[in-house]
């Protein structure tokens, strides 16, 4: 009964609200109601997909580039907000109380949009409506385009090598020396020259028997160390190509050549997990520095040559006075091998690649980790200071060099291009462009700054 009675008043209410809306229309017909557009349509509205094709059809000939009608542009979102000269057409959030809405849906007395040809349909004004009650969603704004292609100053160089592992700069010349070699390591191995200011090959040194895994400018840039999977270290006259020495020694294949800064040494890594001192001038080995776990894979010198850094696979960085051929310190932090090092031009701080993907920063006044630097998604193989020291470039056996800016750990530039693994990156003097060396047998010339650089 009482069931009944609550029916019948809501079947009157509901009859006298209609009553009175048909009287409210009647006796105001210029007046609109929200109830005579066409429903918001009930998707998630993408402006690509939804909204954009509506008002290429409809609007953008009279609100685009071209025209702007009544002062109005529909190809921004902050222009569609802004208005004309009547003003006010968008209420975000209201598709109802908009003006907008009220001239596609010819609700208004004197404006009608468009104003000629086919109205829109009461599917698109509801898309309309959806649109502006989600908030005039526009195209997701488009993203920073991280990932750059090689710049077209400068197409790739073509070793003959398989693969090049190892590239080093001559002060100075623009000579560029990549080592490497077949994929197979006990295949020929070979360092070729090329001229960086005009991309030409210039030189190839004399064949080696095995894979050169990695090479070294002597300071004034007259010499070239290499060494190779078959345990040797050789040095060559740039000049004439010439073999100068050939320093045996090490049990096992040979992962990185440093020259001291005055010349006269030479320190070289090897798989058998030392490092050994070569007197360059007298051919001859002057030292073992043994202390690490596993293999050693990068060096380098300080700028007075009292002291050496080596980073190896056992995960850290030791430090050895070079005269007393003694551990005076070791950094410790990273997760996996040490891949690659990099010390800044000023000496102070050290720069480390390791197969945990991170690199790290060390202040090495105070042998401590001032920064740890996660990105790239693989072993970071080889990592370069910029010559001024504010950024650092690093490669990585994900195929990207990355650019991050030291003081703030922040990703500047992620460059993609090469096929395969990066193994090595050299700055040049400028500091505007970087040189690596990859498993795909490129090697690639980046711009590392925004500017253009006019080149080659
Ligand atoms: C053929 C040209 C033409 C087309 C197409 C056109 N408009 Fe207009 N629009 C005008 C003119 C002209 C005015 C100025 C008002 C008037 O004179 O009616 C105007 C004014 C407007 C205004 C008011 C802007 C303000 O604040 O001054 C809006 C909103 C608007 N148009 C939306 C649209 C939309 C949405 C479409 C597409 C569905 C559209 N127009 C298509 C010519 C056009």
Request: with cysteine; hydrophobic share 35%.
């Amino acid at each position: 009964m009482q069931h009944n009675f609550v029916d019948t008043l809501r079947s009157t209410s509901l009859k006298w609200s209609s009553f009175a809306l048909l009287l409210a229309v009647i006796l105001s017909p210029s007046s609109t109601s929200a109830l005579e557009l066409p429903p918001a349509a009930k998707v998630k509205i993408n402006y690509a997909e939804h909204i954009e094709p509506i008002l290429k059809k409809a609007c953008i000939r009279c609100h685009g580039e071209k025209k702007q009608k009544s002062d109005y542009r529909l190809d921004s979102r902050e222009a569609t907000l802004k208005s004309g000269e009547i003003g006010g057409s968008i209420v975000l959030g209201k598709s109802a109380e908009s003006p907008f809405i009220k001239y596609v849906a010819g609700l208004d007395e004197d404006i009608e949009m468009p104003p000629s040809g086919d109205p829109l349909t009461d599917k698109e004004i509801g898309l309309l409506r959806a649109w502006i009650d989600q908030g005039l969603p526009w195209s997701e704004v488009a993203k920073v385009e991280k990932v750059e292609k090689p710049k077209a100053y400068k197409a790739s160089l073509k070793g003959k090598a398989e693969r090049v592992t190892g590239l080093a700069l001559a002060n100075g010349s623009g000579i560029l020396a990549a080592s490497g070699g077949q994929s197979l390591p006990f295949r020929p191995g070979n360092v070729t020259l090329w001229d960086i200011n005009t991309g030409k090959e210039v030189g190839q040194l004399p064949a080696q028997a095995s894979l050169v895994w990695a090479v070294a400018f002597s300071p004034d840039g007259t010499k070239i160390a290499t060494g190779s999977y078959k345990k040797e270290v050789k040095v060559f006259d740039v000049k004439s190509g010439k073999e100068l020495a050939t320093l045996a020694g090490h049990k096992n294949w040979i992962t990185y050549v440093q020259f001291s800064n005055n010349g006269k040494i030479l320190a070289t890594g090897s798989e058998d997990a030392t490092i050994k001192l070569w007197d360059i001038a007298a051919k001859k080995e002057i030292g073992t520095l043994a202390g690490h776990k596993a293999t050693v894979r990068s060096l380098a010198f300080s700028k007075d040559d009292k002291t050496l850094y080596s980073g190896s696979q056992d995960k850290t960085v030791k430090i050895w006075n070079v005269a007393e051929k003694k551990e005076v310190g070791a950094l410790a932090g990273h997760e996996d091998g040490i891949f690659s090092m990099s010390l800044s031009s000023d000496g102070k701080t050290l720069a480390t690649g390791s197969a945990d993907s991170t690199i790290r920063i060390w202040n090495l006044a105070e042998k401590k980790e001032i920064k740890k630097i996660a990105g790239h998604k693989n072993w970071v193989t080889s990592v370069a200071f910029s010559p001024d020291g504010q950024s650092l470039a690093s490669g990585s056996y994900d195929k990207l060099i990355k650019v991050w800016e030291v003081s703030s750990g922040k990703e500047v530039k992620s460059l993609d291009g090469h096929e395969s693994a990066i193994w090595s990156l050299v700055y040049t003097p400028d500091g505007n462009t970087v040189v690596s060396g990859s498993q795909d047998g490129t090697i690639k010339i980046w711009n590392t700054r925004k500017r253009k650089i006019m080149r080659f």
